[in-house]
């Protein structure tokens, strides 16, 4: 089986976080709360949405470019 991602989700009834583990094209779908509720919310996962951690910073000063000042 190939690697799925992890999606998180919040229980609006009780606060607890949980992780569900499925395909993207499933992403969407409810995803009970392993506490029995059904009242749950996928959370943004900031995975993947930035470069890479270690990249060096690019541009400069107010506009970026630096051509400020």
């Not at 229980?11 to 392993?34: E, I, L, N, Q, Y």
């Amino acid at each position: 089986m190939s690697d799925v991602p992890t999606y998180e989700f919040r229980c609006k009834a009780c606060g607890s976080t949980f992780d569900v583990k499925r395909s993207m094209d499933d992403a969407s779908a409810p995803a009970p709360c392993p506490n029995g509720h059904d009242d749950t919310v996928k959370l943004l996962s900031m995975a993947g949405l930035s470069g890479k951690a270690d990249a060096p910073a690019t541009g400069g000063g107010c506009c970026g470019g630096g051509c400020c000042g």
